[in-house]
């Protein structure tokens, strides 16, 4: 009892699973080394205790069920002795099969992007994460509606809706769509006030991380900027972007982002609702693709990413593979890794191994991207000579008289506009490395 003799309200138990894969020819998760590890860590990511699992290899998906009929009555019995509240399936069910399986099982069933989305939901922090999960949930579940209101009969002719003789369906579709096209016009409003594009003026270039969920992004960004990021164990810690500013030993500033994890078969719909997070990746001069060395799915885990990175467009930016985990890799381990990767950086958080070749090496594309300017302006024009010192690195400077004398690198997106300035100004500029 409370001090005020009220009831202390019981704390909800977290539901209990029964997981299922099904394995089809050449799919990612017949090549998984425990191709029930991945659905597992996403069932308990979503605060499901799993009290049981089972896998199917078939040549064809049951067009009815997903499952053969005998796998169903498994599931079934499982479920039952296991005391499960949820059945979670890791595959993408149609909204039939979906119907299909709860009737058969009896219990609620939910498929790989109904989990994600759920997970999604419940880490979302901001308000441009909440309304893009708001939209995938929204896009995903307009085509199963069918599946929710299956006790609804026809409204036509009944009190308070005759006219149009529109099913709940048809109106269900109806709002859904409504709601979509306006959740689309509020991010787009907050997609112009980025946070990114307010800073983008102050350092010059861009490093984004990406990588699958849980390989130790947001680790990576607290050791290289100092920044108090939340990390934790599990998949999706990440939704937001956030964005760090990443001081190199020359002194030099770049912006570091960091944004949401991928995994394999990631939702289409939360792909394409969380493009305008994942535009991040697509202003990135250079991504820093990270891996948990140690995984046994490692290839599998390079391929999700490279995948996603292609969706959105952004496989033609530079990109350096990051082993990360070093220190916990066999010694055996690693020499194989470092043949089949011989590009990779090998590094470890934890212990700061291989921070400085990479910040080494992340230079050296700055120093490869960079133009290098000499130029001669007037010192008394104050807002050109703040734009260049903001953005640009001052290599030497002097005053002769009322003249500005500088030597400066630059990157090259940053040069179209300056150019404009300079020649405005009366200044006098030569490049010696042409954009």
């Known amino acids: 009892m409370t001090k005020n003799n009220q009831p202390i309200p019981a704390l909800r138990q977290p539901e209990r699973a029964v997981v299922a894969t099904l394995i089809l020819p050449n799919s990612a998760a017949e090549a998984a080394n425990d191709p029930m590890e991945e659905i597992t860590g996403l069932a308990e990511a979503a605060g499901a205790v799993v009290v049981g699992g089972l896998v199917q290899r078939i040549a064809k998906v049951n067009p009815r069920a997903a499952f053969g009929k005998g796998k169903i009555e498994e599931i079934k019995q499982m479920a039952l002795s296991c005391d499960a509240d949820l059945v979670v399936i890791d595959f993408d069910l149609s909204p039939s099969q979906g119907r299909n399986l709860e009737k058969d099982i009896g219990i609620r069933v939910v498929d790989r992007t109904e989990l994600i989305l759920d997970i999604f939901a419940t880490r979302a922090q901001t308000r441009q994460a909440k309304l893009q999960v708001e939209l995938a949930q929204l896009e995903y579940s307009r085509t199963r509606l069918m599946r929710m209101w299956t006790h609804l009969e026809r409204t036509e002719g009944a009190v308070g809706s005759r006219g149009p003789g529109e099913t709940q369906l048809e109106t269900d579709r109806r709002l859904i769509d409504k709601k979509i096209s306006d959740l689309k016009r509020r991010l787009k409003e907050i997609e112009g006030r980025s946070h990114r594009a307010a800073i983008a003026r102050d350092y010059p270039y861009t490093v984004s991380l990406v990588g699958y969920t849980n390989a130790g992004k947001s680790s990576m960004m607290r050791?290289?900027?100092?920044?108090?990021?939340?990390?934790?164990?599990?998949?999706?810690?990440?939704?937001?972007?956030?964005?760090?500013?990443?001081?190199?030993?020359?002194?030099?500033?770049?912006?570091?982002?960091?944004?949401?994890?991928?995994?394999?078969?990631?939702?289409?719909?939360?792909?394409?609702?969380?493009?305008?997070?994942?535009?991040?990746?697509?202003?990135?001069?250079?991504?820093?693709?990270?891996?948990?060395?140690?995984?046994?799915?490692?290839?599998?885990?390079?391929?999700?990413?490279?995948?996603?990175?292609?969706?959105?467009?952004?496989?033609?930016?530079?990109?350096?593979?990051?082993?990360?985990?070093?220190?916990?890799?066999?010694?055996?381990?690693?020499?194989?890794?470092?043949?089949?990767?011989?590009?990779?950086?090998?590094?470890?958080?934890?212990d700061g191994f291989g921070l400085a070749l990479l910040e080494k090496q992340v230079a050296g594309y700055l120093d490869r991207w960079s133009l290098h300017l000499d130029i001669e302006i007037p010192a008394a024009s104050g807002r050109v000579l703040a734009d260049l010192r903001s953005i640009a690195r001052v290599i030497s400077e002097s005053y002769q008289e009322d003249r500005w004398f500088a030597s400066l690198s630059l990157a090259p997106h940053h040069w179209s506009s300056l150019r404009g300035q300079l020649e405005a100004a009366g200044g006098k500029f030569k490049v010696s490395v042409e954009p």
């Open 223 to 350: 050791r290289l900027t100092g920044a108090e990021v939340y990390i934790a164990d599990q998949l999706f810690a990440t939704l937001d972007t956030r964005i760090r500013t990443w001081k190199l030993a020359d002194k030099r500033s770049v912006i570091l982002t960091d944004t949401v994890g991928f995994v394999r078969d990631l939702p289409h719909s939360l792909v394409a609702s969380f493009h305008a997070t994942l535009e991040e990746t697509l202003n990135a001069d250079l991504l820093l693709h990270i891996c948990d060395a140690s995984a046994p799915d490692l290839s599998l885990h390079i391929d999700a990413v490279e995948a996603v990175l292609l969706e959105v467009e952004a496989q033609e930016i530079e990109t350096v593979l990051i082993l990360n985990k070093w220190d916990q890799v066999a010694a055996s381990e690693k020499v194989i890794l470092q043949a089949r990767f011989p590009n990779a950086i090998c590094t470890s958080v934890l």
